[in-house]
């Protein structure tokens, strides 16, 4: 799977748009985007996917570059739960099904009252 | 929505104890997986299973062993509890090569 970079940390005011980069430049053409998210002392939780357009759901949106090198999540009104640390990982799921999920040390977001 | 739930929030147990740790999936999954989360060391697979009474090792086995008589039900057993054995874990399950959906962890302390 290609290697993801997201900064370590940002902060982000409450009720304002979170918006959380991530580049991955060696992605391949089969390699979806996933976003996932752990907030302190829970499993991570999934929030969405995509693979070439932008997508949204009632979590947030994903926004893919059209090289698809980065994209971009965006928390429309973060809120104080919001609080956690945010992974994007790249995935081929046409590969075995039991392929498994590595993070790597995503980025803390912070949402300040 | 996919629900993935595991028996215990926080474990403790002493050196040497059997221990169980129980993840159930309501979504009628084909695959079912165990990791341990550690801090600097990130998620590492410990088991899988791709099918009722199948099971495969991921990169940590050792010192652990799976069981899942039931499509739902994924149990990890750690046969005799280690101190280094002291961790977030984290169970998942997915249809196929798609999403992976986490439960919400046990954390297991090993005295």
């Known amino acids: 799977d290609a290697k993801t970079t997201q900064p370590t940390s940002m902060d982000c005011a409450e009720g304002r748009a979170a918006n959380l980069p991530c580049n991955h430049s060696?992605?391949?053409?089969?390699?979806?985007v996933y976003w996932y998210r752990q907030i302190h002392s829970q499993g991570p939780q999934y929030i969405i996917h995509?693979?070439?357009n932008n997508e949204t759901n009632e979590m947030a949106s994903l926004i893919i570059t059209e090289d698809r090198k980065s994209s971009t999540l965006i928390l429309p009104h973060a809120t104080l739960r919001d609080t956690a640390v945010y992974y994007c990982?790249?995935?081929?799921?046409?590969?075995?099904?039991?392929?498994?999920?590595?993070f790597g040390p995503g980025t803390s977001l912070s949402v300040i009252p | 929505d996919v629900k993935v739930t595991q028996s215990s929030r926080y474990l403790v147990k002493r050196t040497g104890e059997k221990v169980f740790l129980e993840c159930v999936q309501d979504?009628?999954?084909?695959?079912m997986f165990w990791y341990r989360q550690d801090p600097g060391l990130g998620l590492r697979l410990i088991y899988f299973?791709?099918?009722?009474?199948?099971?495969e090792k991921g990169d940590i086995p050792e010192g652990y062993s799976v069981s899942r008589e039931k499509k739902e039900r994924f149990s990890l057993i750690l046969e005799s509890a280690s101190t280094n054995q002291t961790s977030m874990y984290l169970c998942?399950?997915?249809?196929?090569?798609?999403?992976?959906?986490f439960g919400p962890g046990t954390r297991l302390t090993v005295l």
């Open positions: 998942a399950s997915s249809q196929g090569p798609n999403t992976q959906y």
């Open positions: 299973s791709y099918d009722v009474k199948m099971k």
């Open positions: 979504m009628d999954h084909e695959n």
């Open positions: 060696t992605i391949s053409g089969n390699e979806y």
């Open positions: 990982i790249v995935r081929a799921t046409l590969k075995t099904s039991y392929d498994k999920v590595i």
């Open positions: 995509g693979l070439k």
